[in-house]
């Protein structure tokens, strides 16, 4: 899911992950979604997009490290289904 907002995610709403000590978020940044696109041969993600995801995984890392000591965003590069064990 694309929720990159803490108070868009269900997960954040529960009180035992409010509770928790420490939130570890990963956020997998799917090659397939920077690809040309199958209509028109244009990119996915072009450069506004791409600065509109950048700009909110950033806040989203600092609302999570807001949240204290043992939270934040890891940003991982690759398929979801390798990069993530």
Do not use: I, M
């Amino acid at each position: 899911r694309n929720d990159l907002r803490l108070r868009d995610n269900e997960l954040f709403q529960h009180d035992a992950v409010r509770r928790a000590k420490e939130v570890l978020a990963v956020y997998c940044v799917d090659p397939r979604t920077c690809a040309r696109s199958a209509w028109g041969g244009h990119s996915r993600l072009g450069p506004h997009r791409a600065r509109l995801l950048a700009e909110s995984l950033r806040e989203l890392d600092g609302a999570l490290r807001a949240l204290g000591p043992g939270c934040g965003l890891v940003v991982v590069h690759g398929r979801p289904e390798r990069a993530l064990p």
